[in-house]
């Protein structure tokens, strides 16, 4: 699982929620970094922030979604930012899932269990 976050306490918790089920995570911190991990990497899932700097979640998204080589991997944004124009926008950029930091251990594991089968 690639995660993309900027926030070293979401990382470590997700991480270890992560970990503790099973999963192996590699991070990005920031989406330019997830971009190029995502093509080196082809990881099952990817986890993305949006608010970033250099490069947004929805860019990061929009690119991964649209590249032949990294198309068919899922990406599930985890963000703060919880209006539905957001999560309309983010799934218009190729996102899979939304979920709503702070998120609950059952949410992310099911939310990834979900897109992994």
């Known amino acids: 699982?690639?995660?993309?976050d900027d926030s070293p306490t979401e990382i470590v918790v997700a991480k270890g929620v992560l970990e503790g089920?099973?999963?192996?995570v590699i991070t990005a911190?920031?989406?330019a970094e997830g971009v190029e991990k995502a093509k080196?990497?082809?990881p099952d899932?990817?986890?993305?922030?949006i608010v970033m700097p250099d490069m947004n979640g929805f860019k990061a998204t929009r690119q991964i979604s649209k590249d032949p080589d990294?198309?068919?991997i899922p990406i599930i944004v985890m963000s703060s930012k919880d209006q539905d124009t957001d999560k309309e926008w983010a799934k218009r950029q190729g996102a899979t899932d939304y979920?709503?930091?702070t998120v609950k251990e059952d949410d992310l594991m099911a939310a990834v269990n979900g897109v992994l089968g």
């Not at 089920?21 to 192996?24: A, D, L, S, Y």
């Open 29 to 31: 911190a920031n989406g």
């Open 1 to 4: 699982i690639l995660m993309i």
């Open 70 to 72: 990294t198309s068919s």
């Open 45 to 49: 899932v990817i986890l993305m922030d």
């Open 99 to 101: 979920l709503v930091k």
């Open 21 to 24: 089920n099973g999963h192996t």
């Open 40 to 42: 080196a990497e082809k």
